[in-house]
């Protein structure tokens, strides 16, 4: 599989990334958005791997750093004079997100734009206890397994978990607070895409909402994971705290999403 970083901002764009969201091609040649943060949509044009209108969509959550694009993608799957979408894809989020995403592109408040028209809208399955492939809820993209597990947020949240046909999976954690369930989810992953906004460790931070480097740290470390990449670091982060917290509890390969980046594993 190969990622590319589009936007890897924790919370809000920054000056130089925009908020949350990654293409994922599969070794079949399958194309997944993975969020759409305000300025994936700018970073798209930039990137000439991606094709906005050939792209299956997976949304974590509909917090505004993830989706906000989401209309803008739209109107170039519907609009664009020479490349239009000519399939419907699928469209995989929390259950709140086709009215959440039809409100964001309508015209007014009570007439919501019907996204059915261009995407399939399906809401994450998840499955509970240590990972399973052969049991676990799965929806196919093309020859990708895609798997969810609940995140813990403020919101309805999950983590994704993509399985490719080559035996490489990777996974993406959106936003959550530390739980439990994300190392039994994330089990053997090649690649854990793994959000630390609180810095080296959270210390004084609310619960329930986001993790820092260390715990990200600790669930790559339990998860056993190959390479941890660190995300979601806002305009005012300290990556190197985080780096530092992630170091403290994992052992193995540590990145630092940057725009533009793209791992092959
Ligand atoms: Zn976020
Ligand atoms: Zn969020």
């Not at 293409?23 to 990137?47: W, Y």
């Not at 505004?64 to 020479?82: I, K, N």
Request: contains cysteine; hydrophobic residues 40%; charged residues 20%.
């Amino acid at each position: 599989m190969e990622l590319i970083v589009l936007g890897c901002s924790g919370s809000v764009a920054g000056p130089e990334s925009a908020a949350s969201g990654y293409f994922l091609r599969g070794s079949s040649g399958e194309n997944v958005l993975l969020d759409m943060g305000p300025g994936v949509l700018a970073a798209i044009q930039r990137t000439p791997e991606v094709d906005p209108s050939q792209c299956h969509v997976i949304f974590s959550h509909m917090h505004a750093d993830h989706c906000l694009d989401f209309p803008s993608l739209l109107v170039w799957r519907r609009y664009h004079p020479t490349a239009p979408a000519t399939v419907r894809h699928k469209l995989i989020g929390p259950q709140m997100a086709q009215i959440h995403l039809q409100r964001a592109g309508g015209d007014y408040p009570d007439q919501p734009d019907n996204i059915e028209d261009t995407f399939d809208v399906l809401v994450h399955q998840v499955g509970e206890g240590d990972f399973d492939a052969t049991i676990w809820p799965v929806y196919e993209v093309g020859e990708l397994r895609v798997f969810s597990a609940p995140a813990v947020h403020t919101t309805e949240s999950y983590l994704t978990r993509i399985q490719d046909s080559d035996g490489t999976s990777i996974v993406y954690t959106g936003d959550t607070a530390p739980t439990d369930v994300l190392p039994r989810f994330a089990r053997g992953a090649d690649l854990l895409v793994c959000e630390a906004t609180w810095g080296e460790c959270g210390g004084d931070k609310p619960e329930g909402m986001h993790m820092a480097g260390c715990d990200a740290g600790k669930a790559a470390r339990e998860a056993g994971v190959k390479t941890l990449l660190l995300t979601h670091i806002p305009p005012w982060g300290d990556e190197e705290a985080t780096f530092r917290g992630a170091r403290s509890e994992f052992e193995g390969e540590i990145l630092i999403a940057k725009s533009g980046m793209k791992l092959i594993f």
